[in-house]
């Protein structure tokens, strides 16, 4: 029996060499590969500036940082999402304020980050669920209201479409994350990256990704350099850029199957799923469907092969964040999503008849 995970990388011939070229060279590591994958994810999503990290939790760190983000501060988030969406304000002694999902999308509601901004609200980090763009106009406006940062949480979105421009792009936001992880669209191992249309921000993003080191200004030695703040080492290396300009060029191949998947499991499962709104043309990372008792649902298939994942358990319930005063019962429909969902296998690697037998396996459960 053919065992399926949920997500899985895609690597070829031409990444592994592209790899082994890296390898054969001078540079390792900060060398021209990092330059070279930035101005590739520049050139798809249209932003001017692109920093490349070792992971997407360092990319949000360094956004937090670069936008001020501090103690007395407070961001506001999805509790539907990975534990780095709520940690990296954390990392900066702000508080997190959680803002409830939509019941279609499981993407952060508009409607309630209004209900939780303050005068200690800094920023907003609304983050693309299993690939499709939250409603960022709209978080644009209320972000311009209030005088906010907004810092998109795209872990799951490179590739993704919103009103006809990339996400990325920053159109409506001050920055973007991505992640690079090997379930993701595209991977470079374990990476991130943060884009911006600033150059304030670029240039803080740079040095926060290098222990706050700068080379600018009257400095007439090239070895010269002064820290200024505080920074980390969460550079990203020459092997993984390499792996990382390699994938970037059969990004559009990754959502071309990615979004027939989708499409042939919303024809032919008949499971409750999430719906795309008019204003996305996603690259889905997740194909989450919501199931009736979802932990025997998830056993069962196991039996079957199916080594399934859920994605998320609300970050709010999470000890951590419990000890915080929240509880079970403050997010109903992040909740109410959580208790039902499941994601299936969503990858460029599955054929038409791996997906007839896991639609099969399936339907013999239901």
Same mark, same amino acid.
């Given at each position: 029996?053919?065992?399926?995970?949920?997500?899985?990388?895609?690597?070829?011939?031409?990444?592994?060499?592209?790899?082994?070229?890296?390898?054969?060279?001078?540079?390792?590591?900060?060398?021209?590969?990092?330059?070279?994958?930035?101005?590739?994810?520049?050139?798809?999503?249209?932003?001017?500036?692109?920093?490349?990290?070792?992971?997407?939790?360092?990319?949000?760190?360094?956004?937090?940082?670069?936008?001020?983000?501090?103690?007395?501060?407070?961001?506001?988030?999805?509790?539907?999402?990975?534990?780095?969406?709520?940690?990296?304000?954390?990392?900066?002694?702000?508080?997190?304020?959680?803002?409830?999902?939509?019941?279609?999308?499981?993407?952060?509601?508009?409607?309630?980050?209004?209900?939780?901004?303050?005068?200690?609200?800094?920023?907003?980090?609304?983050?693309?669920?299993?690939?499709?763009?939250?409603?960022?106009?709209?978080?644009?406006?209320?972000?311009?209201?209030?005088?906010?940062?907004?810092?998109?949480?795209?872990?799951?979105?490179?590739?993704?479409?919103?009103?006809?421009?990339?996400?990325?792009?920053?159109?409506?936001?001050?920055?973007?994350?991505?992640?690079?992880?090997?379930?993701?669209?595209?991977?470079?191992?374990?990476?991130?990256?943060?884009?911006?249309? =600033?150059?304030?921000?670029?240039?803080?993003?740079?040095?926060?990704?290098?222990?706050?080191?700068?080379?600018?200004?009257?400095?007439?030695?090239?070895?010269?350099?002064?820290?200024?703040?505080?920074?980390?080492?969460?550079?990203?290396?020459?092997?993984?850029?390499?792996?990382?300009?390699?994938?970037?060029?059969?990004?559009?191949?990754?959502?071309?199957?990615?979004?027939?998947?989708?499409?042939?499991?919303?024809?032919?499962?008949?499971?409750?799923?999430?719906?795309?709104?008019?204003?996305?043309?996603?690259?889905?990372?997740?194909?989450?469907?919501?199931?009736?008792?979802?932990?025997?649902?998830?056993?069962?298939?196991?039996?079957?092969?199916?080594?399934?994942?859920?994605?998320?358990?609300?970050?709010?319930?999470?000890?951590?964040?419990?000890?915080?005063?929240?509880?079970?019962?403050?997010?109903?429909?992040?909740?109410?999503?959580?208790?039902?969902?499941? =994601?299936?296998?969503?990858?460029?690697?599955?054929?038409?008849?791996?997906?007839?037998?896991?639609?099969?396996?399936?339907?013999?459960?239901?």
């Amino acid at each position: 029996m053919k065992i399926y995970g949920y997500g899985k990388q895609n690597i070829t011939e031409d990444d592994i060499q592209s790899v082994l070229e890296v390898l054969k060279s001078p540079y390792l590591t900060c060398g021209p590969k990092v330059k070279e994958f930035e101005q590739a994810i520049c050139e798809y999503t249209g932003a001017k500036y692109c920093v490349a990290v070792n992971s997407a939790t360092s990319g949000l760190h360094i956004a937090m940082l670069a936008a001020g983000v501090g103690g007395g501060d407070e961001v506001i988030t999805s509790p539907m999402t990975f534990l780095a969406s709520a940690n990296c304000a954390r990392y900066c002694g702000a508080d997190v304020k959680f803002a409830d999902i939509e019941k279609d999308t499981a993407n952060i509601d508009p409607n309630e980050i209004k209900k939780h901004i303050s005068n200690k609200t800094k920023a907003i980090v609304p983050v693309h669920f299993a690939g499709q763009s939250c409603d960022m106009e709209k978080i644009s406006e209320i972000a311009k209201e209030n005088n906010l940062f907004v810092i998109e949480d795209a872990a799951h979105a490179i590739g993704s479409d919103y009103k006809d421009v990339k996400v990325g792009s920053c159109k409506y936001s001050d920055m973007t994350v991505f992640s690079f992880h090997p379930v993701k669209t595209i991977t470079t191992a374990e990476g991130g990256a943060v884009t911006t249309n =600033s150059k304030e921000l670029y240039n803080k993003l740079c040095a926060f990704r290098s222990h706050g080191m700068y080379k600018d200004g009257d400095m007439a030695n090239d070895w010269h350099y002064e820290m200024r703040e505080l920074g980390y080492n969460y550079r990203m290396t020459d092997v993984q850029a390499a792996l990382g300009v390699s994938q970037m060029k059969r990004l559009e191949e990754f959502k071309k199957r990615r979004r027939e998947i989708v499409d042939y499991y919303n024809k032919n499962l008949g499971l409750s799923h999430l719906i795309e709104k008019d204003f996305s043309n996603a690259c889905f990372h997740l194909y989450p469907v919501l199931v009736e008792n979802r932990e025997k649902f998830y056993f069962a298939v196991r039996k079957k092969g199916l080594n399934l994942q859920v994605h998320y358990i609300p970050v709010h319930t999470q000890p951590y964040y419990k000890a915080q005063s929240y509880k079970w019962g403050d997010f109903p429909n992040a909740e109410e999503y959580y208790k039902h969902c499941i =994601s299936l296998p969503l990858y460029p690697e599955l054929t038409d008849e791996d997906l007839k037998e896991i639609v099969q396996r399936i339907k013999e459960l239901l």
